[in-house]
């Protein structure tokens, strides 16, 4: 659904700069996701990290010419402040021969700048007027856990007889909720929509942007606890999101839910499922759990049905009951229920990025297929794609069940492949085939995919990064597996997700103007330094830091762009640092004279350098006394320049070195201010680790330095903030073996019974311990206790999996999110950080993006 410039303007009670005629079909907040550029209306959002209007002139050139901009960031383009009039423009601090940046000129027929108070408010706004248009069924869910599988279930349900608009992945947040309900459109029959808050007040600004008629709640849990005071008063604010709906579904089991429907005074009807009260509306009268699927029956209306879903677990069980309720509210019938539940998909909610044969990456997103998610998982692969100088490939099947013509539907992903870049397609389906002609690059058409697998094109891909998204009709599992690169049979699962969420949990702790250095040293605490340090990258961490220059260098050459920190640079490696602008740190007269004329050497003049302190680590650093001299030695040379001065916490993790750790504090303000005081540029200050910045918050200074924390452990307690890594591998043997005999070498795995004994690929080359061994830890086995049996081998290992019903083939988790590695690292007695960095580059890295 497309508006005017001229609509848009005044919806929003904005001032107008430009006179540039204009129709809007897309709306933006994340320059990286650009695809119609002439049709795109960009918010630029300031955050606590970031400006949008900075990107405002690289987007201009890209072809977007519509803006919607605060009144304080519009004057500072007004007075050039955030940019210059004229053909380009240069920031202050570039030296002779920096090349200047293009920028757009000022005629007003160019674009349109709608001046606001606030993007933000604004974008909602706009939203709420889009919501206004439409007088369909909308369903609005919210909760802790299970928003996203009930929103794609719902449309697996429901999707087949009437066309649905949905929130995209889990866009469920103030800026993601408005781009959800602008998708809404002429032809759609049903929206489902996701809320949700961090924090008390959120749910306001959601509720009148999707303004649900149908309510479901999943539940209550701990998620974002830390801004509510309790459970309830969560519960409360989310089920603020239902004070206009026309039915309200919920489980009536939870005490905390129907206690606080009762206490909300909701005017809807109730649909709340109950396993106890046979007067509820929707009566579960029997669940069944079989080996592979569930059978529940139910009344409702005094009618009894039964369904049955491929899922054994609670949480999928519970999610199936609320969407039932919501399909028989619609008046879906029983029998067409009972034929769709059981066909039921996971919802894998994660974009694979998998090593592919001949120097292919590859891109497998198995979430689900429809244009929205299309754009998205392609805005991924352009990411993943641009710094590496690969061919962009994609391999797509059939869309279906969107509602929309062939000839319209396949005109919109051709558009999209041209946007996006895309140098090759192979298309899968008779509708995508009839559309070639509609594709302008590279392509290669078959009816299904079996016509593909028999054809010799998979074999001749090379040097590309390839997206493979498919409709789970079109079975692309057998696409991905002819193309992956299979090595060995023990991967560490990256999931970069929950290092985000990491990520800002720590941000969240930070006055808005700290910055955040990320340690990405030792292959980024073993989970590879490359995705990690592109992650950490697109989500604009101020540095990342790595032990030497080589790994420095290798981020570069890989098209790492953020400022980069060397934390142990080595004599030798100079040159390497000069050329690839590594920032070295110095901690003694001996590094920082021999730099100098290194630098001078090579007539570079300014080059960063970061001064470290010894406030009483006693391993590294200038000490207090030497600063005045440190001074003198760098006023007398423009060859380097101190960007930052930091120090090392010695045991901020414990209280019992809280009086030695204000000692260090009190002793890095005298000696940095020191510094500061003696030049007239602002040189960053940072002593926090992980640990000082959650119990130390005075220190954070000017940065901080983010560790283990981002890998998912607190240095605290050892607790797991959100699980990053996985360490799994896959069951080569079975056998059994009597009792009183025994298992491995030297004959150190005793038996006293008859055992079933399975063989593991990984050992302690891979980076599983020796003293893990004859019975110390265990792994998991379909999530069962297996033992480690006798000695750890080079490359093998035996469990004991007596009593678990498991075969070969099954997974192993060594460990991952049902078994923290805390456990590991407290039965060896030492630290996570060992465990993670041992992982040996022979095991495969796996990353997803859930």
């Not at 602002?682 to 002593?687: D, F, G, M, Q």
């Amino acid at each position: 659904m497309s508006y005017t410039i001229e609509t848009i303007t005044e919806r929003l009670g904005a001032r107008r700069v430009g006179t540039l005629e204009a129709t809007i079909d897309w709306l933006l907040t994340d320059s990286r996701s650009l695809s119609f550029p002439e049709e795109t209306l960009f918010f630029a959002l300031t955050t606590k990290r970031n400006k949008g209007a900075r990107y405002i002139p690289d987007l201009y050139e890209r072809g977007v010419r519509n803006f919607v901009i605060s009144q304080e960031d519009f004057e500072e383009l007004e007075k050039g402040e955030g940019l210059e009039k004229g053909e380009g423009r240069m920031e202050k601090g570039e030296g002779k021969g920096m090349t200047a940046q293009p920028t757009f000129n000022f005629q007003l027929s160019t674009f349109n700048f709608l001046v606001v108070n606030n993007p933000l408010k604004a974008l909602q706004k706009l939203a709420e007027q889009h919501r206004e248009q439409f007088q369909i069924p909308v369903i609005g869910i919210t909760g802790s856990n299970g928003k996203t599988i009930v929103k794609e279930w719902l449309h697996q349900l429901l999707s087949p007889d009437r066309v649905i608009v949905r929130s995209p992945r889990s866009y469920n947040s103030q800026i993601g909720v408005p781009l959800s309900v602008w998708q809404m459109n002429e032809e759609a029959e049903l929206a489902i929509f996701e809320a949700g808050i961090s924090e008390m007040g959120e749910m306001r600004a959601l509720t009148n942007m999707i303004k649900p008629t149908i309510g479901i709640l999943t539940n209550i849990g701990g998620a974002h606890q830390e801004n509510f005071f309790s459970l309830q008063e969560k519960c409360m604010e989310k089920l603020s999101l239902f004070k206009n709906c026309d039915v309200v579904i919920y489980n009536a089991d939870n005490e905390l839910i129907s206690n606080c429907v009762a206490k909300s005074m909701l005017t809807a009807r109730e649909i709340a499922w109950s396993s106890k009260d046979a007067e509820r509306p929707l009566y579960i009268s029997r669940v069944t759990k079989k080996e592979d699927h569930t059978v529940i029956s139910y009344r409702y209306l005094e009618m009894d049905n039964t369904f049955c879903i491929p899922f054994i677990d609670d949480a999928s069980i519970e999610n199936s009951l609320n969407c039932l309720a919501a399909c028989l509210y619609l008046m879906m019938p029983a029998d067409q229920i009972t034929e769709r539940m059981v066909r039921l998909e996971p919802v894998a909610m994660r974009l694979e990025v998998k090593e592919g044969k001949r120097g292919c990456t590859l891109i497998n997103d198995s979430y689900n297929s429809d244009l929205a998610s299309l754009d998205i998982a392609l805005d991924f692969l352009v990411r993943r794609s641009e710094t590496k100088g690969l061919k962009r490939t994609l391999i797509l099947s059939d869309i279906l069940e969107t509602g929309q013509s062939t000839t319209t539907l396949y005109r919109k992903v051709a558009q999209l492949v041209q946007s996006r870049g895309i140098d090759k397609i192979i298309g899968v389906g008779s509708e995508i085939s009839s559309c070639a002609a509609r594709f302008d690059v590279e392509k290669y058409f078959f009816h299904n995919t079996d016509e593909l697998m028999a054809s010799d094109i998979l074999q001749g891909l090379h040097d590309e990064v390839i997206l493979i998204k498919g409709s789970r009709a079109f079975h692309f599992d057998l696409v991905s597996d002819a193309l992956e690169l299979k090595v060995h049979e023990t991967i560490l699962e990256v999931n970069l997700g929950a290092m985000v969420a990491n990520l800002n949990y720590y941000r969240a702790m930070l006055r808005p103007e700290t910055k955040m250095v990320c340690m990405v040293k030792a292959s980024a605490y073993g989970a590879g330094s490359y995705e990690i340090a592109k992650t950490l990258q697109e989500h604009r961490v101020d540095y990342l830091a790595v032990a030497v220059a080589d790994e420095g260098a290798e981020l570069r050459k890989a098209g790492i762009t953020s400022s980069i920190i060397i934390m142990d640079p080595e004599l030798t490696a100079f040159k390497t640092m000069f050329d690839y602008k590594l920032e070295p740190e110095v901690y003694n007269f001996h590094l920082l004279d021999a730099l100098v004329k290194a630098a001078e050497k090579e007539g570079i003049t300014n080059f960063p350098i970061h001064i470290k302190l010894d406030t009483g680590m006693h391993r590294l650093g200038f000490s207090e006394k030497e600063v005045p001299l440190l001074i003198r030695r760098l006023k007398n040379q423009n060859a380097l320049i101190p960007r930052s001065v930091f120090s090392h916490f010695v045991g901020s993790d414990s209280p019992q070195f809280d009086v030695f750790t204000r000692k260090q504090i009190e002793l890095f303000e005298r000696a940095s201010k020191e510094l500061q005081d003696a030049f007239p540029h602002r040189i960053l200050r940072h002593i926090c680790n992980t640990a000082g910045m959650e119990r130390f918050p005075e220190a954070q200074f000017d940065m901080v330095r983010l560790g283990i924390g981002l890998y998912g452990v607190s240095p605290i307690d050892n607790s797991i903030i959100n699980n990053v890594s996985t360490l799994k591998t896959t069951i080569l043997q079975i056998r059994d073996v009597p009792a009183e005999d025994t298992v491995g070498y030297s004959r150190k795995g005793h038996l006293n019974r008859a055992s079933r004994i399975a063989a593991i690929p990984i050992g302690y080359a891979d980076g599983l311990n020796r003293h893990l061994g004859c019975g110390h830890a265990y792994c998991l086995v379909n999530g069962k206790k297996a033992p480690y049996v006798g000695n750890i081998c080079m490359d093998v290992c035996m469990i004991d999996v007596t009593g678990i019903d498991c075969q070969e083939g099954d997974t192993a988790i060594i460990f991952g999110d049902e078994l923290p590695i805390t456990i590991l690292s407290d039965v060896l007695d030492t630290i996570p950080y060992e465990i993670l960095t041992g992982i040996s580059t022979r095991v495969k890295r796996v990353y997803y993006q859930d």
